[in-house]
């Protein structure tokens, strides 16, 4: 079975950045797209990012679309979530996530064969 496993969270000032990792094992990382959601207390999951089989295609969320950016490895099987200006309503356990198919598309409309355990970022004012 296939687990993504995230780190890199912590607490982080207003402001300032936080970079996020997530590791999937095996050669099949690169047949499938990738992706990053949150979910802060009291509210839905939220879809943050996600990319392409390739890395040629992303789509943003509207909350951090121009702040955030997601890219991928695929010789280190790893796709990062670069976070930059963070605001406290950023707060939230963020989840890495692999999709069922190539296409960034269907992470974004939520069809993700896989998800990690998540990894808490906390910003602070």
């Known amino acids: 079975q296939v687990q993504p496993v995230e780190s890199g969270g912590g607490l982080v000032q207003a402001g300032g950045s936080l970079r996020l990792s997530c590791a999937v094992s095996g050669r099949t990382f690169s047949d499938y797209a990738m992706g990053w959601f949150r979910q802060a207390p009291g509210k839905e999951r939220e879809f943050i990012a996600a990319?392409?089989?390739?890395?040629?295609?992303?789509y943003y969320g509207d909350s951090v679309k121009g702040r955030f950016t997601i890219s991928r490895d695929n010789a280190k099987n790893t796709v990062s979530l670069q976070m930059n200006s963070l605001k406290p309503e950023d707060a939230a356990l963020y989840y890495c996530?692999?999709?069922?198919?190539?296409?960034?598309?269907?992470?974004?409309?939520?069809?993700?064969?896989?998800w990690g355990q998540g990894t808490q970022v906390t910003v602070s004012s």
């Open positions: 990319v392409s089989f390739s890395g040629g295609t992303t």
């Open positions: 996530a692999r999709g069922a198919t190539l296409q960034a598309m269907d992470v974004m409309k939520g069809i993700i064969a896989y």
